[in-house]
């Protein structure tokens, strides 16, 4: 098989043609003169096209874009979910897709860690089990295989938020998810510059109920917006190395130190994911979630950190760090999700052992 780096420069890009420019050009327009196949920009945008071509072959599906990930998962929530339904949720995944099923499906919702011991009665009555692995922030991972075949016995539909593995990380439709869902806003983009989000699925009928869901709903995403994660995506095998190189340092400087309660990073041996993250994964990213004792002492990490901003989100090239807590996440008061950019690993380990010794 073509290697990710080939792969992530290839995909979707235009033949080749004597004169022309080289990457596709962003086409920027709302109106197209009647008579091709696009007419007007909320249905369809070449931009789009290419991007979704682009990630459907690196996820092995049909693509379609979404203005954000939020705007991905719950175009998935409402295409999917009738008024009554029951959906099982990761009870430590992304927390804004629980408020919103909350605040605005009626729907019954099955709260699931996602490194629970999944058993039958956790998905019997379901339409849909959303699964997110690894869950963001704890990263937990989950058999993607194994929940896929019970939920399938069960007569419900998965989907996979696999926004921290990315489509070079995890092939979840490969692994037996009928959905695969990211915020393409993390580490797919990865320049910290664009909002975007996607859906792939080798269902050819929800494809297209999807994409009629997202142009009556407006959920698209600007073709300037698709172009930047379009150019961000040639390199995202690249950053993925440095960051998974810098993540494994920074994980064993965090294992070795007395003021780090514990530390996760599904990629190291010592972590408890590493046996089902190892098997079902294909390589592994640069987030890494550790806990200091207190609020206080997470924050004064930050702060004394010279290459290590405060910032949510998490991905890009720029390594950040993020008390989760401070958004409601349901985790202690000094975990860090800390994001580990694209900068050399010795500065970053250097600048992480100074700012433990702030504290
Ligand atoms: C960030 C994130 C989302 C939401 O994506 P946006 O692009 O911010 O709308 C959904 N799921 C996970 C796991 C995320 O990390």
């Known amino acids: 098989m073509t290697g990710d780096g080939t792969r992530c420069v290839h995909a979707g890009q235009p033949a080749g043609v004597p004169g022309g420019p080289v990457p596709p050009q962003p086409v920027l327009t709302s109106q197209f003169h009647l008579g091709g196949p696009d007419f007007y920009g909320r249905a369809a945008n070449p931009t ?46 992304y927390f804004l897709i629980r408020s919103y099923v909350r605040d ?46 019970l939920a399938h016995r069960a007569g419900a539909l998965v989907a996979v938020d696999n926004t921290t593995a990315t489509p070079l990380g995890q092939r979840p439709l490969e692994l037996g998810a009928d959905i695969t869902l990211a915020s393409d806003t993390k580490a797919l983009s990865g320049h910290s510059d664009v909002l975007l989000g996607h859906v792939s699925t080798a269902d050819v009928s929800l494809i297209d109920r999807l994409r009629a869901e997202r142009t009556v709903s407006g959920a698209i995403p600007g ?122 690993a010795d500065d970053l380990v250097a600048d992480v052992l100074a700012a433990l010794e702030q504290g």
């Open 48 to 93: 789009w096209q290419a991007l979704e071509s682009a990630i459907g072959d690196l996820d092995g599906g049909e693509c379609v874009v979404y203005a954000s990930g939020m705007a991905a998962v719950s175009s998935v929530l409402r295409t999917v979910l009738r008024t009554g339904d029951t959906v099982v949720l990761p009870a430590d995944g």
């Open 104 to 149: 605005h499906l009626e729907v019954t919702v099955r709260e699931v860690p996602t490194a629970a011991r999944w058993t039958e009665d956790m998905v019997s009555g379901a339409r849909l089990v959303l699964l997110e692995t690894p869950s963001n922030p704890g990263l937990d991972v989950c058999d993607i295989a194994a929940v896929s075949a």
């Open 223 to 344: 073709p300037f917006e698709a172009w930047l994660a379009h150019r961000g995506l040639g390199t995202l095998d690249l950053r993925l190395a440095r960051q998974a190189e810098n993540a494994a340092a920074v994980y064993e400087v965090l294992r070795a130190h007395p003021r780090v309660r514990w530390v996760r990073w599904p990629g190291s041996p010592h972590d408890p994911s590493y046996a089902v993250a190892s098997r079902q994964m294909r390589r592994f990213g640069g987030v890494v979630s550790f806990e200091l004792e207190s609020a206080a002492a997470a924050e004064k990490f930050v702060a004394s950190a010279r290459w290590v901003s405060a910032m949510t989100s998490f991905g890009g090239l720029h390594s950040n760090a993020d008390r989760r807590a401070q958004w409601g996440d349901p985790v202690g008061e000094g975990l860090l999700r800390f994001s580990c950019g694209c900068e050399d």
